[in-house]
């Protein structure tokens, strides 16, 4: 993938108004400015109903902004998204019912304009070679979504865009797939750009965690996360670790934010 | 895969021969309580004499319930076609939902009984007449579940595929018919019984062949064995169509909450 520059995501004055609801726009994004680097873990943290997931959407060309202007890779987020660029995985992990695992993540190959794809080393790459014959069905909560995330890098995605995919799951699965993410991230050299409710999964595994406010949301702040990788268990009990999230918390629940 | 499909259709076996030990003894309560009433054999023959009579005369019975079955079966290949068409057509043309609704449900209101004579009366007294009876019939819950089948896909989905910039073809292919395929499959085992009801009416009307002709010359004979005897062939035939239809969809989507829902807690 050529490297035309090192900006994946550049967000100028981002805004976005829905559409008119009893004559009243309802802003959910407003002077939204930040850059995402290439290859960087970029965490999107904010009260809920602030439009995290609105501005994931407008990454991947779901949605379009009304103002500002978004470039992803640099092009508009709509023909980034016809080129897989940009990718978007769910809270639900999505998966088709009535296909295998391995049907499931050959799904992009299929879609859009006939891409090229590898879904056998992508379901190593997330361990679950030995279920590439299963049912979702036949899956924990967990499994299913590390095909769903096999399935989004088998787009060859430059951006991963991720909408709370561990929400779901318990304490130690969320813990496990932590880092299978940052192992997948590392290996594949992917942008992540990740919403979460959790401040400690914020910590453990942003490079740089962008915090929005209330709507109509605007950057609030942007922290760097300092950690050197790779970072393991051992990080979620140092009292820095702590100390980060309890800042980050006492930002959230500040009525300013 | 295979082996999980195979266990579904033992299960499918496993039921259709639980139902057929409960039928056989319905009519052996049914035998026991004509023979001990002394009820008089026009009224209710007892099981044993329509079967006998079924075996005697199969012969004759059964070129008019294969009329009966292809009329049947070619009005619900008519109806299923023409129903998913319409529900794809409706899914990219919101409009002409609420153009065909109505006019759906008015059809379903008239009572066939009422149509049926008028249709002879356009068509003909041969085949097309009842094929146009079955499908009528067939339509209405195949076109309802398939259209509801095809927008019960859930918004993460749609989104994914979107993400993924799939085509209008590729999203109603890959995620819509397989999502709508169990509630595809509940309403043709409806039509599948529907279908013969709507081919023996027909043949009730006016027909020269079919079981439903056949049930009518033993009324007017006040032959009641045979006209029982007939008339369970056609109900058999569509039971069996109706369980052949549950195989496939076994066979095509192993997946169903249907074929799946019999872990129950």
Not at chain 1, 15 to 31: C, K, W
Not at chain 2, 1 to 13: A, Y
Request: with cysteine.
């Amino acid at each position: 993938m050529e490297s035309r520059t090192d900006i994946t995501v550049s967000a100028r004055n981002v805004g976005l108004d829905y559409n008119r609801i009893h004559q009243q726009a309802i802003t959910v994004l407003r002077n939204i400015t930040f850059d995402v680097k290439r290859a960087e873990f970029v965490v999107i943290l904010g009260p809920s109903g602030c439009g995290k997931t609105t501005l994931l959407k407008t990454i991947c060309g779901l949605i379009s902004v009304t103002e500002g202007e978004l470039i992803v890779d640099g092009e508009p987020p709509d023909i980034a998204k016809s080129r897989h660029k940009a990718v978007m995985s769910f809270q639900d992990a999505c998966l088709l019912r009535w296909r295998t695992v391995l049907e499931n993540v050959r799904l992009p190959e299929e879609l859009g304009d006939q891409r090229t794809g590898n879904a056998a080393a992508m379901l190593e790459l997330v361990g679950l070679s030995a279920f590439a014959n299963a049912y979702p069905d036949e899956l924990s909560g967990g499994m299913k979504q590390r095909v769903a995330l096999a399935r989004a890098l088998n787009c060859q995605p430059t951006i991963l865009a991720m909408d709370e995919p561990f929400g779901q799951l318990d304490e130690p699965g969320r813990a496990t797939l932590n880092d299978e993410l940052l192992r997948a991230w590392k290996n594949t050299q992917v942008t992540v750009v990740f919403v979460t409710h959790s401040v400690p999964e914020a910590v453990y595994l942003a490079d740089r965690i962008i915090v929005l406010t209330q709507r109509p949301s605007t950057i609030g702040r942007v922290i760097d996360v300092p950690f050197a990788r790779p970072r393991n268990a051992f990080l979620r009990s140092d009292p820095q670790f702590f100390a980060l999230c309890n800042t980050i918390s006492a930002i959230l629940s500040s009525p300013a934010a | 895969m295979n082996r999980s499909i195979r266990s579904l259709l033992g299960q499918r076996v496993r039921h259709a021969a639980f139902g057929l030990c409960i039928l056989i003894g319905a009519l052996v309560v049914l035998e026991t309580i004509v023979k001990f009433f002394h009820i008089s054999s026009y009224l209710l023959p007892p099981p044993t004499t329509i079967f006998y009579k079924l075996f005697e005369n199969w012969g004759t019975i059964a070129p008019h319930l294969m009329v009966t079955t292809v009329e049947a079966l070619t009005g619900f290949l008519l109806a299923t076609v023409i129903a998913i068409c319409l529900a794809v057509c409706c899914l990219w043309f919101p409009t002409l939902e609420k153009l065909i609704l109505p006019m759906a449900v008015i059809l379903q209101t008239v009572p066939v009984i009422v149509l049926a004579p008028v249709l002879v009366i356009t068509l003909g007294n041969g085949i097309a007449s009842k094929v146009v009876i079955a499908a009528l019939i067939a339509f209405f819950p195949t076109f309802i579940n398939a259209a509801r089948g095809l927008v019960s896909i859930e918004t993460p989905h749609l989104e994914l595929f979107q993400t993924l910039n799939a085509n209008r073809w590729q999203t109603l292919l890959k995620l819509r018919v397989p999502t709508a395929l169990p509630y595809l499959f509940a309403s043709l085992r409806i039509a599948a019984a529907n279908c013969y009801i709507g081919a023996v009416i027909g043949e009730w009307v006016s027909a020269s062949k079919g079981i439903g002709y056949l049930a009518q010359v033993y009324l007017y004979q006040i032959n009641i064995d045979l006209l029982y005897a007939t008339v369970l062939t056609s109900s058999f035939a569509a039971l069996a169509f109706a369980y052949a239809i549950g195989l496939v969809e076994t066979l095509m989507c192993p997946w169903s909450r249907e074929s799946l829902g019999t872990q129950r807690p």
